[in-house]
């Protein structure tokens, strides 16, 4: 089953509200990576973090490595109908080889 | 240049039959991933690959599913005798190398079992 998750699955906002996203492994990871997925499309690749408690900002986007590296969030500020999608969190496990987890993703609906 | 390229993008077969998908990487990426997507679900793992060392095939969900890559590009997933549950949306991702590289995804291949 899913071992990494992300919460909330569903995440309605009217267009300028922020969104936050939040992903949790059971296991330590060795890095998370971000991907938005247009609906219909593909996962396009948004941000990486390596170290444990790293912080980067996108303009309106920033995001979270947790201290223990099992938890990372999203955090969009002001989001824009352009913002629509679904949001996974991704990474590999530490000293487990090349398996890539997909959390379970948040699809983000922003009403204009 | 030219990202991740996949054929067919859209394949429908009977049950039972077998499929190939292919997954043309981006040029110089040593890395190629498989994964597969059913309807509004995430990406689970299925195989990858790194230059030329013996694939990790740890996800792949029968033996009914292989995966090979020809001289360290092009890549092809098959499925043999398929079910109606192999139905998804295949993806390939290719990558610079192992480790923490972004992976550019092709647009997939949506395989309908009837």
């Known amino acids: 089953g899913q071992q990494v998750m992300q919460i909330p699955q569903y995440q309605h906002v009217q267009e300028g509200e922020d969104f936050t996203t939040y992903c949790n492994s059971s296991?330590?990871?060795?890095?998370i990576q971000w991907y938005k997925q247009r609906p219909g499309g593909h996962p396009v690749f948004l941000i990486q973090?390596?170290?444990?408690?790293e912080v980067k900002k996108q303009k309106r986007l920033t995001f979270q490595f947790g201290e223990a590296k099992k938890n990372s969030s999203l955090h969009i500020t002001a989001t824009q109908t352009t913002d629509v999608g679904t949001y996974f969190c991704a990474g590999p496990y530490e000293n487990t080889g090349n398996q890539f987890y997909f959390g379970t993703g948040t699809s983000l609906t922003v009403i204009p | 240049g030219a990202g991740v390229s996949q054929s067919p993008s859209n394949k429908v077969t009977e049950k039972g039959k077998d499929v190939e998908l292919r997954c043309d990487p981006i040029s110089g990426h040593t890395a190629l991933y498989w994964y597969r997507q059913s309807l509004g679900q995430g990406l689970e793992f299925l195989i990858y690959?790194?230059?030329?060392?013996?694939?990790?095939k740890s996800g792949l969900p029968s033996d009914r599913f292989s995966a090979e890559r020809t001289g360290g590009s092009v890549s092809t997933l098959t499925i043999q005798r398929t079910q109606q549950e192999d139905s998804a949306v295949y993806l390939c991702?290719?990558?610079?190398?192992?480790?923490?590289?972004?992976?550019?995804f092709g647009p997939g291949t949506r395989l309908t079992v009837t």
């Open positions: 296991t330590t990871l060795s890095n």
């Open positions: 690959f790194q230059g030329n060392s013996a694939p990790d």
């Open positions: 973090l390596v170290k444990s408690g």
């Open positions: 991702a290719s990558s610079l190398g192992s480790g923490p590289y972004e992976q550019y």
